[in-house]
């Protein structure tokens, strides 16, 4: 069964500190998508990555940048130099290609504090 | 850029009654979805629909259902509100065949 574990539910951090949320995902399939979402405060979930099982070069987009291991099913999110502005809950997901029906599964959440 | 819109950001409504929510895209995408946030739980899929009269249940469809006469348009229904039914409630599209869903604003809701 497809699963999401977003272990950390609440980190708090200074400003200019960096950060990773931890993303660790289950899935019987080989072909299978992950993303990573942003939700700030206003409660909008923001878009931030798709990723597909093929490619596991990590990325960076500026301040943001996402490592993805095969190895051990993990798609972990590092926000570097935070700012306040990074404060929001951030989820995780996963999409199996197989299952046809577009779905996506979420993790919980991960409550991220930027500290002035 | 993809806009998807819901009918109100804060919505109080008393036990009992019939509740509408709705959602509106405005990228022509097929899939559309509706998911309660809840406090602990994340995110949970109540329904789903890939194209106009076409729906699917998700994981949490008890006392809710949906409609979807148009294709940019899909409403969630509470036919009759219940204070479990309290939460922050959030619509999605997506192209068919592309898993990236985009969101709208949230529509809180209150039951009393």
């Known amino acids: 069964a497809q699963k999401v574990t977003q272990a950390q539910t609440e980190i708090s951090v200074v400003e200019k500190e960096d950060v990773t949320l931890d993303c660790v995902y289950e899935?019987?399939?080989?072909?299978?998508?992950l993303f990573w979402y942003k939700q700030p405060p206003s409660g909008e979930l923001v878009f931030l990555i798709r990723r597909n099982s093929f490619d596991e070069q990590n990325e960076i987009s500026g301040r943001y940048s996402w490592n993805f291991q095969k190895s051990t099913s993990s798609f972990n999110f590092t926000i570097t130099a935070s700012q306040v502005v990074d404060s929001a809950v951030y989820f995780c997901a996963l999409s199996e290609v197989m299952n046809r029906d577009d779905k996506i599964i979420f993790g919980k959440g991960t409550r991220l504090h930027i500290l002035p | 850029d993809v806009k998807v819109t819901q009918s109100s950001r804060y919505l109080v409504k008393r036990t009992g009654e019939k509740v509408f929510l709705e959602c509106v895209q405005d990228m022509d995408h097929e899939n559309m979805f509706w998911y309660r946030q809840d406090p602990g739980l994340g995110l949970r899929l109540i329904y789903f629909?890939?194209?106009?009269?076409?729906?699917e249940k998700g994981d949490i469809p008890e006392g809710y259902s949906v409609s979807r006469e148009k294709k940019e348009r899909f409403s969630l229904i509470l036919e009759s509100a219940s204070t479990n039914q309290t939460s922050m409630y959030l619509c999605a599209s997506s192209p068919l065949g592309t898993d990236t869903q985009y969101f709208g604003p949230g529509t809180r809701l209150t039951v009393l």
């Open positions: 899935t019987r399939d080989t072909t299978y998508y």
């Open positions: 629909s890939y194209d106009v009269k076409m729906k």
